[in-house]
């Protein structure tokens, strides 16, 4: 996986209105934290970050450039992100400092390739799983998984076991789920209208009354 560089802050923890004003400055608020790392609070610049991390798929790596000793060559993941509701910029972003020799465990989006047998025929491609989660060490993070539905006929599925695995990455799961199957049309038949015959003198139901109505005749009423 590519490690991507960017430059952080050293930032003083403060109020909601010092993160606020960090943002109108173009700067976003972040942290730095790791099993064996103390937190460290940091700042990005927002338009890097926006432009080179926000808007990327899956999981990846930051080598962090900074002026500050307790940053600087830092490797870390991008663990969270909060977004604003409204305009959906990045409000806060969290690292988790990563040592490169150990594993560590990460969700990874899947890509579902070609265009089923069983779709061709009708059916309909139903994902399951949008990402797996796989164990691995930090440069070894595929960017994602290509899942190929071409041979899928309706009925048919693809099983966590059916993907192929880089060598030094494992899936992690307890059970062999399907990522994928195509399930049969699903098509709603028009209701066949019943007519139940009525007795001599019997009050026809409404519905009996508004065939003859539309038919021209008066409905028989009882004596």
């Known amino acids: 996986m590519e490690t991507l560089e960017i430059q952080v802050d050293a930032r003083e923890v403060g109020s ?3 993160a606020r ?5 173009g700067k976003i608020p972040g942290i730095l934290y790791g099993p064996k790392t103390e937190a460290v609070p940091l700042e990005f610049n927002k338009k890097e970050f ?12 930051v080598r962090l450039q900074s002026n500050s000793d307790a940053l600087a ?14 305009t959906g910029d990045v409000m806060h972003a969290d690292l988790y400092e ?15 390739v070609g265009k089923a047998a069983g779709v061709v025929r009708g059916g309909i491609l139903q994902p399951i799983v949008r990402e797996l989660q796989v164990e691995c060490l930090p440069l070894d993070i595929p960017e994602f998984f290509n899942v190929e539905v071409s041979a899928l006929d309706i009925g048919d599925s693809v099983h966590i076991e059916d993907l192929a695995m880089p060598e030094g990455v494992t899936a992690v799961y307890e059970s062999n789920i399907p990522l994928v199957s195509v399930v049969p049309p699903t098509v ?17 139901t409404v519905e009996a009354q508004e065939e003859q109505k539309e038919e021209g005749a008066e409905p028989k009423k009882t004596p």
Not at 50 to 61: I, T
Not at 73 to 86: E, F, G, R, T
Not at 99 to 108: M, R, Y
């Open 188 to 204: 709603e038949e028009a209701p066949t209208p019943t007519v139940v015959p009525t007795e001599e003198g019997a009050v026809p």
């Open 50 to 61: 926006s432009n080179r991390v926000a808007g990327l798929e899956g999981s990846h790596l």
């Open 21 to 25: 004003r960090l943002r109108r400055d």
């Open 73 to 86: 060559n830092k490797v870390a993941l991008v663990k969270d992100m909060q977004y604003h509701p409204i």
């Open 16 to 18: 909601k209105r010092t």
């Open 98 to 112: 990563v040592d490169l020799t150990a594993k560590i465990q990460v969700h990874v989006p899947l890509h579902f």
